[in-house]
């Protein structure tokens, strides 16, 4: 089976690699038909983390299940399934208190697509084995385009959970997104989805400012344009340091501000002001199955419709070539 691999900055090819196939009772073996770049990914092509390859590469997909292990309940072949990005066991004490980005059953950090905690492989390959698959994979629900829940691995439903953890903090308050990548969009339109009175995206990008809008957020290219400096929720997504910082000091006091962001160096956090305005501060990789069941539910009922934040559809065959190009978040199918 092919294997997409990353060799280096803008280098990608596709690599024979022996099938993926069920190896304990509890695996399933997946086919990938609907997939994207995690905003991660893109970095990771275009040499802007510490990561060098050879990298399997791929971690938001969905796919059909192909063959299942003879102790997977609750799954039959050639059902489609979102695929989470962490690999988890479902029943250890992480996993039992909704964060099985921490399963104790496994190497730290262990993911599909980068090794970070032992490898895995990647979601762009042909097939992919599944550990614990009752415990992970999660079907499609009827009459749902699997290729609208192409990022609901990761992105998606990052951002249901990042307007969540804001919403406990302060309910009910007003949202100021810093956007630049599709998280920020996403959230947009859960946001507005759950009730959010007020949303305001800024991005000095017009396509993505679009795309906000058209999710019912207020939209400007930079704060100066606001007639209000601070605000009781603030939302980190804009894929830079600097947004990190702006985020930070939008906060007002006794306010929350979450970020999506994943900074290797660069950050400048204004600790002193956060301490005397008493803001809270969340961050961390998001645990994807605790949540999957409410982002699909508004998928399906037609509240929150992902398509407008794909930026291109592409083919597997053509991806080796295509996404060394760094297309913003584009839809792979397979054809």
Known sequence: MRVLEFNGVRELIWRDAPHARVDQPTDAVVRPVAATTCDLDRAVIAGRTPFQGPVALGHECVAEVVEIGADVTGLTVGDVVVVPWHISCGTCRSCAAEAPSRCEE?????????????????????????????????????????????????????????????????????????????????????ARAMGVPQVV???????????????????AASISELDRPEFPLTFDAAGHPDGLTAALAATAPGGHCHSAGIYFAGVK???????????????????????????????????VDPMPVFSDHLTFDSLPSSLALLPEKPLVTHG
């Open 201 to 219: 995206y800024l991005d000095a990008d017009e396509r993505r400012r679009g795309i906000a809008a058209g999710y019912g957020a207020d939209v």
């Open 106 to 190: 496994v190497p730290r950090y262990a993911m599909f697509g980068l090794p970070t905690g032992g490898v895995w492989g990647g979601l762009f390959s042909e097939l992919v084995r599944v550990p614990w698959a009752a415990a992970n994979l999660v079907r499609v629900p009827a009459g749902v385009d699997p290729a609208a829940l192409a990022s609901a691995s990761d992105n998606l439903t990052d951002a249901y959970r990042s307007v969540l953890a804001g919403q406990s903090h302060v309910p009910g308050a007003p949202l100021l997104i810093f956007g630049g990548t599709s998280i920020g969009l996403y959230a947009c339109a859960f």
């Open 269 to 303: 956090v204004p600790t002193g002001v956060m301490y005397m305005n008493a803001v809270t501060f969340t961050t961390g990789r998001p645990d994807i199955t605790p949540h999957l069941p409410a982002v699909l539910d508004l998928v399906a009922r037609g509240l």
